[in-house]
């Protein structure tokens, strides 16, 4: 079925707000990403540092650790790999292992990393942070302000990476969610209803990260990742029909489901959306 890739969410942390501690085991991490695959996940993006406000600072020696057996045993099932890390060392270390993809919320913001990049064929997911550098932090960016933010970083980092000659059809755009847009969750809500206006400025793919973010807490009342389910579910139908190439999701299996519903509307007549 026609429709973004999903990026199933395996975080091999002790900190990550959502599934922290699960995973640290390399066989309860395999296990997870295996299932995510049998629910639908094109790609499952590994994390073996968390990056919310809480957590603590994890050595690239011990990320490399931790990653090693997971990505080895997934590459010999043939299931595609992301690796989310900001640090260099992982992020070279990922591309010996030939990941397909890196994925790093600093948005490759390290020149000296370039030439290696160039030398790869994986995708980069590019992500912008207000925070810049660095794990997320509480910036109080006001809604009517993150577009313009977003657009000059993308803006002066697609020409970075292009400069160093890393070819532009390997980027990914994603935008931020959550404490990396802002603390304000109207900023989320803004930058989720005008994805198109995004994949019209730069004309490259997009991802979307929303799953059970801090901002569908402050709309919805509900407190605890626990309960963030079926607000996870909205935002992502959402994002696929504004035309998100990818999502990154902790529940692939609800959202395939939700995709198979509105294909099947669609295609009775109902209203077209970007994906279709």
Request: aromatic share 6%; net charge neutral.
């Given at each position: ?79 595609a790999v992301s690796v989310d890390s900001f640090a260099p060392e992982v992020q070279r270390f990922a591309l010996r292992r030939g990941v397909e993809f890196l994925n790093d919320i600093e948005g490759f913001a390290d ?166």
């Amino acid at each position: 079925m026609p429709g973004p890739v999903l990026f199933g969410i395996v975080n091999i942390t002790e900190d990550s707000f959502s599934d922290g501690g699960q995973h640290l085991d390399p066989d309860a991490a395999i296990a997870s990403a295996r299932r995510l695959v049998a629910a639908g996940a094109g790609v499952i993006d590994l994390g073996a540092a968390a990056s919310n406000i809480a957590a603590k600072a994890v050595a690239p020696a011990e990320e490399i650790r931790r990653l090693e057996p997971v990505i080895a045993a997934l590459q010999a099932d043939g299931v595609a790999v992301s690796v989310d890390s900001f640090a260099p060392e992982v992020q070279r270390f990922a591309l010996r292992r030939g990941v397909e993809f890196l994925n790093d919320i600093e948005g490759f913001a390290d020149p000296a990393l370039y030439p290696e990049l160039a030398a790869s064929r994986c995708g980069l997911v590019v992500m912008h942070a207000v925070q810049g550098r660095g794990r997320a932090r509480r910036v109080a960016v006001p809604a009517d302000a993150i577009w313009q933010r977003i657009v000059t970083f993308f803006a002066a980092r697609i020409a970075a990476l292009e400069q160093a000659g890393i070819a532009r059809d390997r980027l990914i755009l994603d935008p931020g969610m959550g404490f990396f847009l802002s603390s304000k969750a109207a900023a989320s809500l803004r930058v989720l209803a005008g994805l198109e206006r995004l994949k019209r400025e730069f004309a490259l793919p997009v991802l979307v990260s929303v799953s059970r973010k801090s901002f569908l807490a402050a709309v919805t009342g509900h407190r605890g990742t626990g309960a963030l389910g079926p607000a996870t579910l909205a935002a992502e139908l959402y994002a696929a029909a504004g035309g998100a190439d990818y999502i990154r999701t902790h529940d692939p299996a609800a959202l395939r489901d939700g995709l198979k519903v509105m294909a099947a509307i669609v295609a009775e007549g109902g209203c077209r959306i970007a994906y279709l």
